[in-house]
């Protein structure tokens, strides 16, 4: 996809756009929403298992979540995360609510990113180039 092109699913942080801390950046071909220094969410439209919406949180906040939203599920390669996908029947309420969890702050939402110098072994990352 052309640099030029805006990934598809980038409408999601429409409802960040008059968040102060709301910091928008491109991350492995997606596209990645930071609220207060934390990165939150991720919109992905590439081929699957990487186009949906990941929702950056811990596995000790897994339960919590799925229990609210049950379209919701760990992601297939990177499990640290849920995930939904965009052909899920619930995928618009499901982005609903989390933009409305995140902006809500809500804690089980959010993880501290990692200075660059820490990601995986030499700098991999466990999302594919495009």
Not at 42 to 47: I, P, S
Not at 55 to 81: F, I, M, N, Y
Not at 108 to 122: A, D, L, S
Request: aromatic residues 8%; charged residues 25%.
């Amino acid at each position: 996809m052309p640099s030029s092109i805006r990934n598809s699913l980038a409408w999601i942080f429409d409802a960040f756009e008059r968040e102060p801390t709301f910091l928008g950046k491109r991350m492995f071909g997606s596209d990645a929403a930071y609220l207060d220094g934390l990165l939150c969410l991720v919109a992905a439209d590439r081929d699957p298992p990487w186009n949906g919406l990941l929702v950056c949180t811990s596995q000790e906040r897994h339960a919590a979540l799925t229990d609210d939203l049950p379209a919701l599920r760990p992601h297939p390669v990177l499990g640290k995360w849920l995930y939904v996908p965009q052909d899920d029947p619930a995928f618009e309420a499901t982005v609903e609510r989390l933009t409305a969890l995140v902006l809500a702050r809500d804690p089980r939402i959010g993880v501290e990113p990692k200075p660059r110098g820490q990601r995986g072994r030499r700098g991999q990352s466990a999302l594919p180039k495009d």
